[in-house]
């Protein structure tokens, strides 16, 4: 059965869309199949997805596939009830075998008022409303069904409106990318609480569908951990001081408010003693290089390197090995996120 997984963050710029990517590159390459879905209206992961296609690089081009907003649109109007798989074109990845991507959209920022009408009235007997309510998570179920996708990994805004909040719930579980500074800190002791809400009223929600004959869907995202990003090191590779001390911070918010009766509810696997499954430094400039080619950061090509170079030439001997190494270390951190969900 296709598992469905996000990585959420209601505090932005903590690497969500780029972490997210290369974790479905990296599934892709353990032979399973892998359907990114660019729940975003700043579609910045369908920016990375078609970057690897040199031909669609041009702002006036027809990017190839059905955007979410144009496969929900029926549903959002009334003209159908639920979304057939078959009329979703999806995109595979030119250069990445078993990867495939649901395009965003910039009018999918519309399905805020949609979802959000929908979160207010399916409660009551207006059965259009109950419809829409469930549609993204029946969508997803039947793309996984139709073509069968081991995963299904969806790009969210760093926002607590109505898109992310039926993406979360549509979700299997959530990943939690932060920084370790003071903003994730202040994120952390309030996500909890916010998911926790969307959670309780989804269940008043579903309990009205059942005399309409409507199923419902779980809505119970697991929390399967965090993943610490972006930090500086010193030169003995060891994380600065004030980052630790965040962390330490985080790491007890996340066990004291995030997970709990009030909060989330903790994977199986999950050590609350230790809830972060990676942790990644600053990838300057391997990031920025990879996204120029639609790449995953562990996956970059020598001859990449040309756009990182002053001269315009490709990094050789001891300038490119330090890339090498950073690429390996980059790669064993996203295995560990994999391996929550392999």
């Not at 250069?95 to 395009?103: H, S």
């Not at 965040?246 to 199986?268: A, R």
Request: proline share 6%; charged share 20%; net charge negative.
């Amino acid at each position: 059965m296709t598992k469905v997984y996000t990585m959420y963050n209601n505090k932005g710029g903590v690497s969500k869309t780029t972490t997210l990517f290369n974790l479905a590159v990296y599934l892709s390459q353990q032979q399973k199949k892998v359907l990114i879905v660019d729940c975003d209206p700043q579609c910045n992961m369908t920016e990375i997805f078609f970057a690897s296609n040199p031909d669609l690089d041009q702002p006036e081009m027809e990017l190839p596939g059905t955007s979410i907003f144009q496969a929900l649109l029926p549903r959002f109007k009334g003209e159908a009830g639920t979304i057939h798989p078959d009329t979703v074109d999806l995109v595979p990845s030119p250069i990445y075998e078993n990867l495939f991507l649901f395009r965003g959209d910039l009018e999918f920022s519309l399905a805020d008022t949609y979802f959000g009408t929908a979160w207010n009235q399916a409660i009551t007997e207006n059965i259009h409303e109950k419809n829409t309510y469930v549609s993204l998570h029946r969508l997803f179920q039947a793309l996984g069904s139709r073509h069968e996708f081991d995963y299904i990994l969806c790009d969210v805004g760093p926002s607590t409106g109505a898109i992310t909040r039926m993406v979360v719930l549509s979700c299997d579980g959530v990943f939690l990318p932060l920084v370790p500074d003071r903003f994730c800190n202040q994120a952390v002791r309030l996500l909890g609480r916010i998911v926790h809400d969307w959670v309780q009223r989804h269940e008043q929600i579903s309990e009205s569908l059942t005399p309409f004959s409507i199923t419902s869907f779980p809505g119970k995202p697991v929390f399967l951990g965090g993943i610490l990003q972006n930090y500086k090191v010193q030169n003995n590779a060891k994380a600065k001081e004030s980052y630790v001390k965040w962390q330490t911070k985080i790491s007890n918010n996340i066990k004291e408010h995030l997970v709990g009766s009030e909060g989330m509810i903790p994977g199986s696997s999950l050590d609350l003693e230790n809830p972060y499954l990676a942790s990644i430094r600053d990838m300057s400039p391997l990031a920025p290089v990879a996204q120029m080619f639609g790449r995953a950061i562990f996956d970059i090509k020598q001859e990449h390197t040309k756009e990182a170079s002053t001269t315009g030439r490709m990094y050789y001997g001891t300038v490119w090995e330090p890339w090498v190494d950073r690429m390996r270390e980059y790669k064993e951190e996203i295995s560990k996120i994999a391996g929550t969900i392999l």
